[in-house]
């Protein structure tokens, strides 16, 4: 047997590759997959670095990776779900099986401030509309030192994992847990931003995903027959909660073809990212209040 993490991890590596598994949750291929597990199995709270692979594997450990990597293939469970930690926006985050996993583009949105399209400086109130995990209220709250940040969702469960990482990261003070459906909780509230990780899965292509996704709950991705349910409501409501010079940035994923088709005169802008990923757009206050921004109330 392996003696060394770097042996065991090629090993594991391998293993997974013949699984025929789906990477999508956090990572991308069987590696990281593998590094993920590992680190768990190591009882490591940092990345992989290059002097852990030297490390000898004792016995109660290899046999932790082993139980993680049998659950990993048998059930197909995603490895978050079983370390129940990842990052997003350089950000460590406890996670379970009541939200889904992080891996949105938007974090490189945070990263980089929303720069051009909006001068962090002025940035005072942000909303993070469907937290989830808190995942992006917390980056944007750390990316946006002097600003408050409000995070809302339907599910309480999901609100309660966001609630841990909130206070791991000691932000109670400036992150404000809400329970709302969409903007229903959120009367008289405006923002510089909202941004938005809705479900945004259609009915077809939820019956298709990869066994990995069945894990994750299924209110946070399915979004009616053409998977824009959410993303209608965010368009007809999101301009009385923006102040003027604010933006909306929206994640729709597959269902950015559909929603072009569904709004033919709102001027969407499709958002690039570094790391890949896509399906993201940005609109401005004023082209939401625009003649063809009332596209969202016609076209529902």
Known sequence: MPSTAGALLDR?????QRARLHFGHGTDNARDEAGALLLHALRRSRPLAASDLRTRVSKPQRARFERLLERRMRERIPAVYL????????????IDARVLIPRSPIAELIERRFVPWIDPARVRAILDLGTGSGCIAIACARAFPKARVDASDIDP?????????????RLERRVRLLRSDHFSALAGASYDIIVSNPPY??????HGLPLEYRHEPRLALAAGEDGLDSARIILRDAAAHLKPGGILIV???NSETALRRAFPR???????????GGGVFLLEHRQLLAPHGHAAHRDR
Not at 12 to 16: E, F, M, Q, Y
Not at 86 to 92: D, I, N, R, S, T
Not at 157 to 169: C, E, M, P, S, T
Request: glycine share 8%; aromatic share 12%.
């Open 251 to 253: 994640e729709v994923g």
């Open 157 to 169: 469960d999901a609100l309660a994992v966001a609630r841990i990482n909130v206070h791991r990261h």
């Open 83 to 94: 370390t129940h930690r990842c990052y997003f926006a350089g950000v460590p985050l406890y």
């Open 266 to 276: 709102l001027p969407f802008v499709w958002l690039a990212f570094a790391r890949g």
């Open 12 to 16: 594991a590596t391998r293993t997974l």
């Open 201 to 206: 899965v259609g009915a077809r292509e939820l």
